[in-house]
């Protein structure tokens, strides 16, 4: 069906007579496949002033061997940060690969590794990218605006030299009749979505797809705008992250957050109040499929959300649906369970009472975490617990293993074990301290390994005393929590727009063609014929089907036979 | 009881299914075989011709690429001794037969993703073992249905043996049974970034595949020696992978743009270095600079030939060695 002789899917544009060329092609670098090529090398070079080195520095980085060698550059460059952790997307990831090779990662942290992607190096390159696209992109535009309003060049002296040439058979015709001819040409050329120009009413020149540089320039333009929203837009980035236990709320302020990250440019205060309480959290696990009994089907987080001056309303957050509320988005990024803990002092007064979000650590949820008094008591206890939803029962399961595990995420048998410290937990020195580790080097321990007393061991519902008469600790329950991550980011709008022109100028830039097509009355010892060809310009493989179909709509028209 | 028939119901498809992907891969195995005989043959005529007079060769070497001024001022270079055009086409009774073999196995692949799919209850793609499944059969599919617009049968030793081995890699190594679906990939975008990502997978292959006869014809004709019979010049096969891989590159385009939208959605953020998007922005990168490459003078040819070849190496590095081996929030291949 296609057929595309070579010559036919290369886009020289000399044919064209000298001077006309010039005028009409794409201002492209200068070793691009279309563009004419440089006068012979061997010509002496004049001496160079400053200003022709830079002319000739900026030619050399707006050429497309350049543009070239920088893509594959970045494609290289781009390589390590998929090796080696990154400190953006997996920071434990880092601490963990620092730890395995101390000797190499210093190394790696010197190059700036570790976060590749904001490195010296990799912005270097695609700076220089980027810059070499627009020195490319800029003398295009203004030529592409020109061209739009150009008609199209002359028709060539032979055109049976250009591709897709076809002629008809010859024959004797008045000047009337030729006429009638080439203005036939020329309504057919129109009516194909042709840009025609009549040339002595001898020839009708035509080229259309002019799209097809449109599209080209938007789907670099786009790309630039968004190098530029990520990279400007950046400071107006709002993150925050929030543990929330079912009952509990989170209101959007900076105070209430656990962690945040702001962008340089962004201001707390500018956060709209809002506030957010956990109802309740469900998770769905398989119970019908052996092959994933017990897996994950379903997150959901239902939540009433109050904002000033508006009625309160229930939402529900999933995985794949973050609610939005307050100019921000509210993503469900983890959950996990955390133990209702309440301590009271040897008189029975309740001196901490809460719900303790403990870490998941396999997906049967057999979760770590870390519970501090530090006020109430004869002196400040620790304690580092495990706890199991579902604690391997030996009874019903049969083997079991040593360490105590979980066996299901639902709380089927829920058990907590803790350790027990006492000593300085360091929370009175003014510094933030991670609310899920304790540092247990200067701390003494009381109840568990090592210290000749058995740890404790809690059921919900249950109490049992703390070592050395300091009270006693009861697990009330355990409740579900959720970790937040609520964002504002204002350029995602920006971002996905510039997104959809790359997308559509990339499909009009790649998909249609822009071609030149001529039909031309030739006289030749008293007769008459017509001849048709046309130029790709750009990749164009069916230029030589679509010169075919329009000298056969042309000729029969006119009641001519093509000229095998 | 209900519960009890479903789980039965669901074990028989999931069965039946496998039954059907392992008969494909027989039949994949015998279209093999009649297409790499066909190839041989192919082959040794070309060699006979190389042999004979020198005058009754039509040696299409010297190509209008790189010539620049020149260019369009020379003909068309004469068709390629041997090459069959469409339409009066010749083909040997093995390429045939593989033909054949091929829709045959192809018909047997797809009912059997497809099972699978009605096994799952879901799309066939959420797992390595589904996305294999799937991936190849468009890869096949493809093939197939550009045989109504080109002859490609030349392709076809490398296409079945390409998919033959990743069949044969995915049921014993990357076999996962029937799970329902994490929460993180309940989403319509499974459905559409995923299957648009195997359609430019499928594209990028048979585009390398071009690439590779490409490099090869383009040796021959530099030494010479007679273009291998019925495969085109390379300058004609450099414009049809090209077309391909442009055809690719929009859908890889496409899955960029879709996997970011999804990764706002699941993950909160729309791009974040993570080891999969990373390796699909090299991909990305890489056929965008075989684009330019195409574009760009002393580039079109065999250099550009090598970067479509590096591409497609990096697209079944993603697949293979980032889904198993790199930490990132991919993590779905259920192994």
């Given at each position: 069906?296609?057929s595309?002789?070579?010559s036919?899917s290369s886009?020289?544009?000399?044919?064209?007579?000298?001077?006309e060329?010039?005028?009409?092609?794409?201002?492209?670098?200068?070793d691009?496949?279309?563009?004419?090529?440089?006068?012979?090398?061997?010509?002496?070079?004049?001496?160079?002033?400053?200003?022709?080195?830079?002319?000739?520095?900026?030619?050399?980085?707006?050429?497309?061997?350049?543009?070239?060698?920088?893509?594959?550059?970045?494609a290289f460059?781009?390589?390590p940060?998929?090796?080696?952790?990154?400190?953006?997307?997996?920071p434990?990831?880092?601490?963990?690969?620092?730890?395995?090779?101390?000797?190499w990662?210093k190394?790696?942290?010197?190059?700036?590794?570790?976060?590749?992607?904001?490195?010296?190096?990799?912005?270097?390159i695609?700076?220089?990218?980027?810059i070499?696209?627009?020195?490319?992109?800029?003398?295009?535009?203004?030529?592409?605006?020109?061209?739009?309003?150009?008609?199209?060049?002359?028709?060539?002296?032979?055109?049976?030299?250009?591709?897709?040439?076809?002629?008809?058979?010859?024959?004797?015709?008045?000047?009337?009749?030729?006429?009638?001819g080439?203005?036939?040409?020329?309504?057919?050329?129109?009516?194909?979505?042709?840009?025609?120009?009549?040339?002595?009413?001898?020839?009708?020149?035509?080229?259309?797809?002019?799209l097809?540089?449109?599209?080209?320039?938007?789907?670099?333009?786009?790309l630039?705008?968004?190098?530029?929203?990520?990279?400007?837009?950046?400071?107006?980035?709002?993150?925050?992250?929030?543990?929330?236990?079912?009952?509990?709320?989170?209101?959007?302020?900076?105070?209430d957050?656990?962690?945040?990250?702001?962008?340089?440019?962004?201001?707390?205060?500018?956060?709209q109040?809002?506030?957010?309480?956990l109802?309740?959290?469900?998770?769905?696990?398989?119970?019908?499929?052996?092959?994933?009994?017990?897996?994950?089907?379903?997150?959901?987080a239902?939540?009433?959300?109050?904002?000033?001056?508006?009625?309160?309303?229930?939402?529900?957050?999933?995985?794949?649906?973050?609610?939005?509320?307050?100019?921000?988005?509210?993503?469900?990024?983890?959950?996990?369970?955390?133990?209702?803990?309440?301590?009271?002092?040897?008189?029975?007064?309740?001196?901490?009472?809460?719900?303790?979000?403990?870490?998941?650590?396999d997906?049967?949820?057999?979760?770590?975490?870390?519970?501090k008094?530090?006020?109430?008591?004869?002196?400040?206890?620790?304690?580092?617990?495990?706890?199991?939803?579902?604690?391997?029962?030996?009874?019903?399961?049969?083997?079991?293993?040593?360490?105590?595990?979980?066996?299901?995420?639902?709380?089927?048998?829920?058990?907590?074990?803790?350790?027990?410290?006492?000593?300085?937990l360091?929370?009175?020195?003014?510094?933030?301290?991670?609310?899920?580790?304790?540092n247990?080097?200067?701390l003494?321990?009381?109840?568990?390994?090592?210290?000749?007393?058995?740890?404790?061991?809690?059921?919900?519902?249950?109490t049992?005393?703390?070592?050395?008469?300091?009270?006693?600790?009861?697990?009330?329950?355990?409740?579900?929590?959720?970790?937040?991550?609520?964002?504002?980011?204002?350029?995602?709008?920006?971002?996905?727009s510039?997104?959809?022109?790359?997308?559509?100028?990339?499909?009009?830039?790649?998909?249609i063609?822009?071609?030149?097509?001529?039909?031309?009355?030739?006289?030749?010892?008293?007769?008459?014929?017509?001849?048709?060809?046309?130029?790709?310009?750009?990749?164009?493989?069916?230029?030589?089907?679509?010169?075919?179909?329009?000298?056969?709509?042309?000729?029969?028209?006119?009641g001519?036979?093509?000229?095998? | 009881m209900?519960?009890?028939?479903?789980?039965?119901?669901?074990?028989t498809?999931?069965?039946?299914?496998?039954?059907?992907?392992?008969?494909?891969?027989?039949?994949?195995?015998?279209?093999?075989?009649?297409?790499?005989?066909?190839?041989?043959?192919?082959?040794?005529?070309?060699?006979?011709?190389?042999?004979?007079?020198?005058?009754a060769?039509?040696?299409?070497?010297?190509?209008a690429?790189?010539?620049?001024?020149?260019?369009?001022?020379?003909?068309?270079?004469?068709?390629?001794?041997?090459?069959?055009?469409?339409?009066?086409?010749?083909?040997?009774?093995a390429?045939?037969?593989?033909?054949?073999?091929?829709?045959?196995?192809?018909?047997?692949?797809?009912?059997?993703?497809?099972?699978?799919?009605?096994?799952?209850?879901r799309?066939?793609?959420?797992?390595?073992?589904?996305?294999?499944?799937?991936?190849?059969?468009?890869?096949?599919?493809?093939?197939?249905?550009?045989?109504f617009w080109?002859?490609?049968?030349?392709?076809?030793?490398y296409?079945?043996g390409?998919?033959?081995?990743?069949?044969?890699?995915?049921?014993?190594?990357?076999?996962?049974?029937?799970?329902?679906?994490?929460?993180?990939?309940?989403?319509?975008?499974?459905?559409?970034?995923?299957?648009?990502?195997?359609?430019?997978?499928?594209?990028?292959?048979?585009?390398?595949a071009?690439?590779?006869v490409?490099?090869?014809?383009?040796?021959r004709?530099?030494?010479?020696?007679?273009?291998?019979?019925a495969?085109?010049t390379?300058?004609?096969?450099?414009?049809?992978?090209?077309r391909?891989?442009?055809?690719?590159?929009?859908?890889?385009?496409?899955t960029?743009?879709?996997?970011?939208i999804?990764?706002?959605?699941?993950?909160?953020?729309?791009?974040?270095?993570?080891?999969?998007?990373?390796?699909?922005?090299?991909?990305?990168?890489?056929f965008?600079?075989?684009?330019?490459?195409?574009?760009t003078?002393g580039?079109?040819?065999?250099?550009?030939?090598?970067?479509?070849?590096?591409?497609?190496?990096?697209?079944?590095?993603?697949?293979?060695?980032?889904?198993?081996?790199?930490?990132?929030?991919?993590s779905?291949s259920?192994?």
């Amino acid at each position: 069906m296609a057929s595309d002789k070579p010559s036919s899917s290369s886009g020289n544009t000399d044919a064209t007579q000298p001077g006309e060329s010039l005028q009409t092609d794409p201002r492209r670098p200068s070793d691009h496949f279309d563009a004419p090529e440089a006068p012979d090398a061997d010509i002496t070079q004049p001496r160079l002033n400053f200003v022709g080195y830079l002319r000739f520095f900026w030619r050399q980085l707006t050429s497309m061997r350049t543009a070239l060698f920088l893509l594959l550059l970045v494609a290289f460059a781009a390589v390590p940060g998929s090796l080696v952790p990154q400190q953006t997307s997996d920071p434990n990831g880092v601490i963990q690969y620092k730890a395995d090779n101390p000797g190499w990662s210093k190394v790696l942290d010197f190059l700036g590794v570790f976060n590749t992607y904001s490195s010296v190096w990799f912005s270097a390159i695609y700076i220089l990218l980027f810059i070499s696209l627009i020195g490319c992109i800029i003398p295009r535009t203004m030529h592409h605006v020109r061209a739009l309003r150009t008609q199209p060049p002359k028709t060539p002296a032979r055109l049976d030299r250009l591709p897709g040439f076809l002629r008809t058979t010859a024959v004797e015709w008045g000047d009337d009749d030729v006429a009638g001819g080439v203005s036939a040409a020329r309504d057919l050329l129109r009516s194909s979505g042709y840009r025609v120009r009549v040339f002595d009413g001898q020839s009708a020149s035509a080229e259309r797809g002019y799209l097809r540089e449109t599209g080209n320039l938007v789907f670099h333009i786009a790309l630039v705008g968004i190098l530029l929203t990520v990279g400007l837009g950046g400071g107006f980035i709002w993150t925050g992250q929030k543990v929330v236990p079912v009952g509990q709320s989170f209101a959007n302020t900076l105070s209430d957050y656990d962690s945040v990250s702001p962008g340089r440019w962004f201001s707390p205060d500018s956060l709209q109040p809002y506030k957010l309480t956990l109802t309740n959290f469900v998770p769905v696990y398989e119970r019908k499929n052996l092959n994933a009994y017990g897996d994950v089907i379903d997150y959901t987080a239902y939540v009433r959300a109050s904002q000033p001056g508006q009625k309160t309303v229930n939402e529900t957050i999933k995985v794949n649906s973050p609610l939005r509320i307050g100019g921000t988005d509210v993503y469900l990024l983890s959950n996990g369970l955390a133990p209702v803990i309440t301590v009271r002092n040897p008189a029975g007064k309740v001196v901490y009472t809460q719900p303790v979000p403990f870490l998941p650590q396999d997906a049967n949820l057999t979760s770590e975490g870390v519970i501090k008094v530090p006020d109430g008591l004869a002196k400040q206890i620790g304690m580092v617990g495990f706890f199991y939803p579902t604690e391997c029962d030996t009874s019903k399961t049969g083997n079991c293993g040593i360490a105590p595990v979980s066996v299901d995420p639902a709380l089927f048998n829920p058990v907590l074990t803790l350790q027990v410290y006492t000593g300085d937990l360091g929370l009175n020195t003014g510094q933030p301290v991670n609310a899920y580790a304790l540092n247990t080097d200067k701390l003494k321990i009381i109840a568990g390994r090592g210290s000749g007393k058995p740890g404790l061991t809690l059921r919900p519902g249950q109490t049992v005393k703390l070592p050395d008469g300091l009270g006693t600790i009861e697990l009330n329950k355990v409740v579900r929590y959720v970790g937040l991550d609520i964002h504002h980011d204002p350029t995602q709008l920006w971002v996905l727009s510039f997104a959809i022109l790359v997308f559509l100028g990339l499909i009009t830039g790649l998909f249609i063609p822009r071609r030149r097509v001529w039909i031309k009355a030739v006289r030749r010892a008293g007769k008459v014929h017509f001849e048709y060809a046309g130029l790709a310009r750009g990749e164009d493989p069916r230029l030589d089907e679509a010169v075919a179909e329009i000298a056969r709509k042309h000729s029969q028209l006119l009641g001519l036979s093509m000229k095998p | 009881m209900i519960e009890v028939h479903e789980a039965v119901t669901q074990a028989t498809l999931v069965t039946d299914s496998l039954v059907s992907i392992y008969s494909a891969m027989f039949v994949y195995a015998l279209a093999f075989i009649f297409f790499t005989y066909d190839l041989a043959k192919r082959m040794s005529q070309a060699k006979q011709l190389s042999a004979a007079p020198a005058d009754a060769l039509v040696v299409s070497g010297k190509s209008a690429r790189g010539a620049g001024k020149t260019a369009v001022l020379d003909r068309p270079s004469p068709p390629p001794v041997g090459f069959d055009e469409p339409g009066k086409t010749r083909r040997s009774v093995a390429a045939r037969l593989g033909m054949i073999f091929t829709v045959m196995a192809w018909l047997l692949h797809v009912g059997g993703t497809v099972l699978r799919g009605v096994a799952a209850g879901r799309v066939p793609w959420a797992n390595m073992f589904e996305f294999t499944l799937t991936a190849t059969a468009i890869i096949i599919g493809v093939f197939l249905v550009m045989q109504f617009w080109q002859d490609l049968q030349f392709l076809g030793a490398y296409v079945t043996g390409f998919v033959l081995v990743f069949l044969g890699v995915a049921t014993t190594n990357f076999y996962v049974d029937v799970v329902p679906l994490p929460p993180a990939l309940q989403s319509y975008w499974l459905v559409i970034h995923v299957f648009v990502a195997s359609l430019g997978t499928g594209f990028y292959g048979l585009g390398a595949a071009l690439s590779v006869v490409q490099l090869v014809q383009a040796r021959r004709e530099a030494r010479g020696l007679v273009a291998i019979r019925a495969v085109p010049t390379a300058e004609r096969l450099e414009s049809l992978a090209y077309r391909l891989i442009v055809v690719g590159f929009v859908f890889w385009t496409f899955t960029l743009i879709a996997g970011s939208i999804w990764a706002e959605h699941a993950w909160g953020r729309y791009w974040g270095w993570d080891t999969k998007e990373v390796w699909t922005f090299i991909v990305w990168v890489i056929f965008a600079g075989y684009i330019h490459a195409r574009a760009t003078r002393g580039w079109r040819g065999s250099r550009s030939a090598i970067l479509s070849i590096i591409g497609f190496s990096a697209v079944l590095f993603n697949f293979t060695i980032v889904n198993l081996y790199f930490h990132g929030l991919h993590s779905y291949s259920g192994l």
